[in-house]
């Protein structure tokens, strides 16, 4: 059953000087048991798939009012923090257990088939991103200071490992909070931004063809560092991120660009707290989320402005609408429902 545990107003001046108002209403649910959850994909405002600990994987047809409950065989003992669906049928999940594993579905969860296994031992998978039906990116955290990306060019039937990359420096680690920390285009950039001893943004402009390191002035921590990021146009993109055991630590936790990752700035003014997903919806409205509140920003990520301490792990925008699928800890899901006001 729907519970609305949140719903307020919030009034800003646009440039244009015509003042518009927006709701942000949470709508919360729960999937069965009390799973943690770390990643949500909605397909749409009706399909919607959630993973997290025990193996679970969940699946609602009805926009979050029921959930499937499925296990993937043999993996009990392990987590799926990244996950991609393309519809209520085909879904592929990795796992964070050393063996490194992906499963897929196209019988909405009835059946799953492994379709990757590490041939090194210590892989921990942290995010996947699909720039279109075929082509997608895994990375895992580095491995003897080798960056680990996997990369697929037939809808996640076969993965190959990408040779090409620069290498990580010591304890420097990509974080699997939320899914987010991949940003893959259509038109070939990826963006792979990475925490602990260094904040840095791994690049390419090409599909994969070719990578480079951009330093930041982000938080560094062994909790730290930089947990998501997003692009609502080629140009334009925002990374966010804190520090994980310490959500109220100061410092840089939000960093902007508008041209297409060449430069990178921080922001203006910060969100409040460490947060681990962020989102871009229509209107040019970015939302970012963490384990202990949210906030939005209405210029591409210079200025951040805090909703509430509602707090969820991950997050995901429907596709041409104001609506937002929250996952995080004890198996709660949320649904927000941002409305526009003249």
Known sequence: MYKITLSLIISFMLFSCSEKKYSFEFIEVNTPGNHSLRTICAVDENIVWTSGSQGKVFLSVDGGGHWNQMTVPDCGDTEFRSLHAWDALRALVFDISPKGRAFITTDGGVSWEQVYHSPVEGAFFNSLKFANDKQGIAISDPIDEKVFVLKTDDGGRSWNRLKNLPSSVKGEINFAASNTCIEYLPTGEIYIVTGGSRSRILTSYDHG???????????????????????????????VGGDFDNPAREGIKAIFTDDGGDNWYQAEKMPAAYRSCVVSLIDELIFAIGKTGCDYSMDHG?????????????ANAVEGKNIIFLAGADGRVAKVIVRKER
Not at 224 to 235: E, I, K, R, Y
Not at 302 to 314: K, L, R
């Open 209 to 239: 063809s070719s990578w480079a390191f951009m330093d930041t002035p982000a938080l560094t921590g062994e909790s730290a560092g930089l947990f998501s990021v997003n692009f609502t146009t080629c140009s334009t993109g925002v990374a």
């Open 302 to 314: 210079e200025n951040w402005t805090f909703i509430d301490s509602v707090g969820y792990y991950a």
